[in-house]
């Protein structure tokens, strides 16, 4: 069977805060295309099986591994957001009209919490993670334990096309990401899809991650479904295709025999569209006591974003409005 492998947030910290702009309450016109690309990815799409398939599929390798350093995330941590943005990537890409921002939030009762992973059609991803240091025992076979870390919840799904704004949200099936992926899309989209996402972790940091969704359409005949079906079962791990290969090893592998077409390839790039404006407008109404309780031994607030761990350093005089 094809299926799946506001208000600002602040919390104190010893340096300071840390701030994140409500996620589903950002607009489109709020991009990340003119701020510096921290890390850059790939992205491959295109159609298979004599046009009854439709493929996505990424490598966002240097993306993940350079959020996990900046975010200081713990291996289960960057698993989780690894495969969120991976997904955010794919689902917007794989959209029938495509949208001009896409979240992904995840929010589960396990220690890691509340996830989001965005994506824009200029190729821009950031996400972040509720609990950056969670941890969860390894699974017997030594995998990363990204469903229990997550735990049971429900994944919201929001796009933002023409000015508007279009939400749809499913139960968790396992917080594994993939399969949730895959369930969302048969309940939300009626589609036929078949989602890997992955992200490969050694002791140096993330080796690899990205993923692949297949959408079987309706002319999809027995034959190219039962194929595909038989290369999945033989794939194995998604991100030690993408070790190996990048996107195009994924692709060698899970649409072997069905003569994959590529479309479109395009850069991915870890951007963060927060600024020192946006995060003064946060801070400034915060009442005066509540500022000098967030500023350090020195008497400076030390601002860190959610998204992307930039620092920005106000005095709480510079935040109170004109007597």
């Not at 996400?127 to 870390?149: E, F, I, S, T």
């Not at 929001?158 to 499913?170: I, K, P």
């Not at 899970?254 to 569209?273: F, M, T």
Request: aromatic share 4%; with cysteine.
């Amino acid at each position: 069977m094809i299926g799946g492998g506001g208000e600002p947030k602040s919390s104190r910290r010893a340096s300071g805060a840390t701030f994140s702009e409500r996620a589903f309450g950002a607009t489109s016109s709020q991009r990340a295309s003119g701020a510096t690309a921290l890390a850059e990815g790939r992205l491959r799409a295109g159609v298979a099986g004599g046009g009854s398939l439709r493929w996505v599929a990424a490598d966002i390798t240097a993306v993940v591994e350079t959020a996990r350093a900046r975010l200081d995330l713990s291996p289960v941590a960057a698993a989780a957001l690894g495969r969120s943005l991976a997904a955010a990537a794919l689902l917007l890409r794989l959209a029938a009209k495509t949208p001009a921002r896409l979240v992904v939030e995840i929010i589960g009762d396990g220690p890691l919490g509340r996830l989001i992973a965005e994506a824009d059609d200029e190729g821009s991803l950031r996400g972040m993670v509720g609990n950056r240091r969670a941890g969860v025992p390894d699974l017997p076979d030594a995998k990363l334990a990204v469903g229990r870390a997550v735990g049971r919840g429900r994944m919201q799904v929001l796009r933002e096309r023409d000015g508007a704004s279009y939400a749809s949200q499913v139960e968790l099936v396992s917080g594994e990401i993939a399969e949730d992926v895959a369930h969302y899309l048969r309940q939300s989209e009626q589609s036929r899809p078949a989602v890997l996402l992955g992200v490969l972790g050694r002791p140096h940091g993330v080796a690899a991650a990205g993923g692949i969704i297949v959408e079987a359409l309706p002319a999809a005949g027995e034959a190219a479904l039962a194929r595909l079906e038989a290369n999945l079962a033989a794939a194995g791990g998604v991100s030690r295709l993408v070790e190996a290969g990048g996107a195009r090893g994924v692709l060698d592998t899970v649409l072997a025999g069905l003569d994959p077409v590529e479309r479109e390839a395009r850069v991915l790039a870890y951007r963060c569209r927060c600024s020192r404006r946006r995060l003064e407008r946060h801070l400034a109404p915060l009442p005066y006591e509540e500022l000098l309780a967030l500023a350090d031994d020195t008497g400076v607030i030390d601002a860190e974003c959610a998204f992307c761990a930039e620092h920005y350093r106000f005095a709480p005089e510079e935040l109170r409005p004109p007597s």
